[in-house]
């Protein structure tokens, strides 16, 4: 069973950076492609970013672009979200998902990843 745990949000004011790290507890996350996904209360969760298992191939909402950048490091067994230029819009539950690198689909249904973290608070404000 994979077992998915998030850690580094917090709060932040408007242009500031968080690092959120997804880190598998009891086995590799190498095989596994990874998402993050946000959600607000009310809203529908909305995919964030993604990252092959390969690590070949990343995506990010068309919100997020140029200010987020995914990456993963195989030897730490864990998957990054570096959060730049950070906005009140961006306010919400972070989680990251997994998925067996095999699974082809898109990269953010969310019906597609079998693992989830708890999920971690990011908020922006002044």
């Known amino acids: 069973q994979v077992q998915l745990v998030e850690s580094g949000g917090g709060s932040v004011q408007p242009g500031g950076s968080l690092r959120l790290s997804c880190d598998r507890s009891?086995?590799?996350?190498?095989?596994?492609?990874v998402a993050w996904f946000r959600q607000v209360p009310g809203k529908e969760r909305e995919g964030v970013s993604y990252?092959?298992?390969?690590?070949?191939?990343?995506d990010y909402a068309d919100s997020v672009k140029g200010r987020f950048t995914i990456s993963r490091d195989s030897a730490k067994n864990a998957v990054y979200l570096q959060m730049n230029n950070l906005k009140p819009e961006d306010t919400a539950i972070y989680y990251c998902?997994?998925?067996?690198?095999?699974?082809?689909?898109?990269?953010?249904?969310?019906?597609?990843?079998?693992?989830w973290g708890q999920g971690i608070q990011v908020t922006v404000s002044s």
């Open positions: 998902a997994a998925r067996p690198g095999y699974r082809t689909g898109a990269y953010f249904d969310d019906s597609l990843y079998d693992a």
């Open positions: 009891g086995g590799l996350l190498y095989y596994y492609s």
């Open positions: 990252v092959r298992a390969t690590g070949d191939v990343t």
